[in-house]
């Protein structure tokens, strides 16, 4: 950042819009309270604007707004033996106008898992949901970061340019979609940003820098120093995550498979070793698939697996429909993401 540079630099907020954004609020909070008594919606629609401004002693500056809006609907169940949770998110100007779809995908989710389904523990074919898609992210995440590297602690240090994942796997930082979080022309440090592959089609191509573990490595940044809240200092994280999609469906995949578990939900999962990548978690929302058909919801399960070698050797396809999952405090970035299916996934049963 050696010359003047800026973007229109005047807030994109209409403060018209907030009728609507309180009516279609309230249309679909009703909708989800409607669906049963002991349901416990909530629903959340927002528009953020993050300004920003940078100079240096060289004279440079640099100036911009980085505006997105987001609407998410979802609530649960709770009973003295049960505990049912969904959640949703559509982020990006189309957001608001999908308000009336996000409630119907809520209430055919709540009602797909009001059958209680037995399930035997063992090891199942899995499909994980967008949410649950962007755990399985951290350990790779953890071993592409900066901070990893300079630790020394990333076995990936010396991988660029081989396999380290799945051939079906492309995972890609990009600055460049309309409406979504982190777009825009620089990143947090007045770096500007690129589109950049980090794995594609398996093969590591780069690793997640800011300016100071780039500089420190020998390498030229390239716009992935973000904050992850206003206020905080910027850290080596990727702009908005895209995961490619593939070609699979649900019905193929249920089609493939008599017995197939669909996982949208994971309370807990984290990984015990980020590095490792082994993650185990309390499913909120496991629903059972039988000869291509939702016949329920399995409740009392632990999912356990290894994300590393479920996105190495265990995933079987990608599917073609993405959905935006916001970033939270176990997600370092927004991230917009299909449903993946892994095989052998650990299947453990609470008595």
Same mark, same amino acid.
């Given at each position: $950042? ?21 009516? =279609? ?14 349901? #416990?919606p ?5 528009? %953020? %604007?993050i300004e ?9 500056h640099?100036?911009?707004?980085? +505006? ?12 003295d ?6 959640? %949703? ?10 308000a009336?779809?996000? +409630? ?7 009602? $797909?898992g ?46 660029? +340019? ?17 409406? =979504? ?32 573990? =780039? ?11 973000? #904050?992850?809240?206003?206020?905080? @200092?910027?850290? =080596? ?32 999962? #984290? ?18 698939m ?6 329920? #919801? ?17 995933? @079987? ?10 970033? +939270?405090? $176990? ?21």
């Amino acid at each position: $950042m050696e010359e003047n540079e800026s973007e229109p630099v005047s807030s994109q907020w209409d403060p018209s819009l907030m009728p609507s954004m309180m009516a =279609a609020a309230k249309t679909l909070y009703h909708k989800l309270e409607d669906v049963d008594p002991r349901f #416990r919606p909530t629903v959340s629609i927002s528009y %953020e %604007e993050i300004e920003t401004h940078f100079s240096n002693s060289l004279g440079g500056h640099v100036a911009f707004i980085r +505006g997105y809006w987001a609407i998410s609907a979802g609530g649960r169940l709770v009973t003295d033996t049960d505990f049912h949770a969904i959640s %949703e998110t559509r982020l990006g100007p189309s957001a608001l106008s999908q308000a009336s779809e996000l +409630g119907d995908v809520v209430v055919e989710r709540f009602k $797909m898992g009001q059958p209680i389904r037995s399930v035997t523990p063992g090891r199942y074919p899995v499909v994980f949901l967008p949410p649950v898609v962007m755990n399985l992210l951290t350990p790779v995440l953890t071993r592409l970061s900066g901070p990893s590297l300079l630790a020394g602690s990333s076995p990936w240090d010396d991988q660029a +340019g081989k396999p380290v994942l799945s051939p079906l796997f492309t995972l890609i930082s990009d600055p460049t979609i309309p409406g =979504a979080p982190r777009t825009g022309r620089w990143d947090d440090e007045g770096t500007v940003t690129q589109r950049t592959p980090l794995v594609e089609k398996g093969i590591l191509q780069h690793f997640i820098l800011d300016r100071d573990s =780039a500089r420190r490595r020998g390498q030229e940044p390239q716009g992935m120093g973000f #904050r992850r809240t206003p206020g905080t @200092l910027p850290a =080596a994280l990727p702009a908005n995550l895209v995961l490619s999609p593939g070609t699979g469906e649900l019905a193929e995949w249920g089609a493939r498979f008599p017995f197939l578990l669909i996982l949208g939900g994971w309370i807990g999962a #984290r990984p015990t070793n980020a590095i490792r990548g082994d993650i185990a978690g309390n499913a909120s929302e496991l629903y059972v698939m039988e000869n291509g058909v939702i016949t329920g #919801r399995a409740k009392n399960v632990v999912v356990s697996l290894n994300a590393l070698d479920a996105l190495s050797h265990q995933l @079987l396809d990608i599917g073609q429909d993405s959905h935006w999952v916001p970033q +939270g405090m $176990m997600t370092v970035a927004p991230g917009l993401l299909p449903p993946v299916l892994i095989d052998a996934v650990d299947i453990q049963v609470r008595r």
